[in-house]
């Protein structure tokens, strides 16, 4: 058995891996706020008892956690919670490298709002700008992909996808936030792992004016190489690699672990909406400004935008694209992509592209974040 612990601001995940599924069942007590998942099992074993040395002092909603023997034939796991929460305990079936996860979710009861996050974030003191005349900021919403539970592509050297497309993504928002009409909102902070659908939420709920997916995957040849940008299709996938990606990808849920009860098909649901509305448009007009500018700073494996059915660029009315950086799988791109100036590189290659396209399309009238 192992046991893992993924503190966010969104919500906090404790995972539970074993060979064979455990018998389980979870209540709360109230004053003091507490969460009781009892595991039908004889065994105490190392994992469970480390998961009390695993609780962050910084997890926004674990304030400590017990386990002990209660009775025979079964293990409790209390946890002492800061506030009131809404729990979401399931299974989920071996995938790839993982056993049997009993997965427990604690959400806040009232959900963390990202256009809270980005007003907030506007609101704290920032760089000196140059002076700009436009009407408002264009919102940018910036997609680390993978992160806890799915690791995402695994170089040849170890490197995981998920720790190279924050990086990225953080150097990317820094770059953003530091132009005098943008602003970024990172979809993730850090290492968790968020469902496909809530990214597109969140692009939903802040308004975005764009949404860019940063992404270092792997192919099934050692040798593929390249920076690529691919849009939603609407149609069948443009080659081989879009469609075994676009599979990949969309594959993210069932490996970082979501609850199968409360999954959607929003690719299906939504594709037609966003021809006709010509967000897809749109998306390929910013995806070939970025990867006109990536292709400055690494070999394009395509030269031109690519398309398939990505369920993370789904998001209604917003031009969206995912950006593949490079081939995690090739060991000269693996090394690249974990240096620290290369990284620089390819967020502002990503930059200049979405200054280039909104220098064409300037930000709709209405925005969550209007200037004064």
């Known amino acids: 058995m192992s046991s893992r612990i993924w503190p966010a601001r969104d919500y906090t995940r404790l995972t539970l891996e074993s060979r064979s599924a455990i018998k389980h069942s979870i209540f709360s007590v109230k004053e003091p706020e507490r969460l009781v998942l009892e595991l039908e099992t004889d065994e105490l074993s190392p994992a469970l008892a480390e998961l009390q040395g695993k609780v962050a002092a910084e997890d926004p ?67 000196e700008k140059p002076a700009s005349k436009v009407a408002r900021l264009a919102t940018i919403v910036i ?24 990086s990225i993504a953080r150097r990317l928002k820094k770059l953003v936030d530091a132009e005098p009409n943008m602003r970024a909102l990172l979809t993730r902070d850090g290492d968790y792992f968020l469902k496909l659908d809530a990214r ?104 031109r935008v690519e398309q398939a059915s990505f369920a993370v660029l789904t998001a209604p009315n917003i031009p969206s694209i995912l950006v593949e950086t490079a081939f995690i799988s090739n060991p000269e791109e693996e090394k690249r992509l974990n240096d620290d100036d290369y990284q620089d590189k390819l967020a502002r290659a990503v930059l200049d592209g979405i200054r280039d396209y909104l220098a064409k399309h300037p930000p709709r009238p209405a925005s969550p974040l209007a200037l004064n």
């Open 61 to 127: 909603y674990i304030q400590g956690l017990r386990v002990a023997r209660n009775r025979p034939g079964v293990i409790r796991v209390v946890l002492d919670l800061k506030a009131d929460v809404k729990p979401q305990l399931f299974t989920l079936p071996p995938i790839a490298e993982y056993g049997h996860r009993l997965v427990l979710d604690i959400y806040p009861t009232v959900p963390v709002d990202p256009l809270a996050t980005l007003l907030e974030e506007a609101g704290k003191p920032q760089e």
């Open 143 to 166: 997609d680390a992909g993978h992160g806890g539970e799915d690791p995402g592509a695994l170089g040849r050297h170890g490197s995981r996808e998920k720790d190279v497309t924050l």
């Open 200 to 303: 597109v939420e969140k692009a939903r709920k802040v308004k975005a004016d764009l949404f860019v997916s940063i992404h270092a995957d792997a192919f099934v040849r050692p040798d593929a190489r390249g920076s690529s940008v691919f849009a939603l299709s609407d149609r069948r996938a443009t080659s081989q690699l879009a469609r075994e990606l676009a599979r990949t990808q969309n594959e993210s849920d069932l490996i970082g672990g979501v609850n199968l009860q409360d999954k959607d098909d929003y690719v299906k649901r939504t594709i037609i909406d966003l021809w006709q509305t010509g967000t897809i448009d749109h998306s390929l007009r910013l995806g070939g400004s970025v990867l006109k500018r990536l292709g400055a700073v690494n070999t394009l494996h395509k030269p």
